[in-house]
């Protein structure tokens, strides 16, 4: 295992509150160091970035796939306008 990956946790143990058992309320966030704030809220934030942009790729694919789909009509006699009364 890399040094840096088996220091990682044991200096966010340090900067982490007495109470918190690796869960983050907004309450233990802000009584946090600032650049511990800060870097989770990068992470965060950095986090929500990719999910969308999946989001948006799996939604214009869709869109696009839709495109494609091949219109049938359906069974039977349907009225093809509408007419008043």
């Known amino acids: 295992m890399c040094r840096a990956k088996a220091r990682r946790p044991s200096r966010l143990e340090a900067a982490l509150p007495a109470g918190v058992n690796g869960e983050l309320t907004p309450a233990d966030l802000r009584s946090v160091p600032a650049p511990v704030r800060e870097a989770f809220e990068r992470a965060s ?3 929500l970035h990719a999910l969308l942009l999946g989001a948006m790729a799996l939604a214009a ?3 696009a796939v839709a495109w ?3 219109e049938t009509p359906l069974r039977g006699d349907a009225p093809t306008r509408y007419e008043d009364g």
Do not use: S
């Open 61 to 63: 694919t869709a869109f």
């Open 45 to 47: 934030v950095g986090g």
């Open 68 to 70: 494609l789909i091949r």
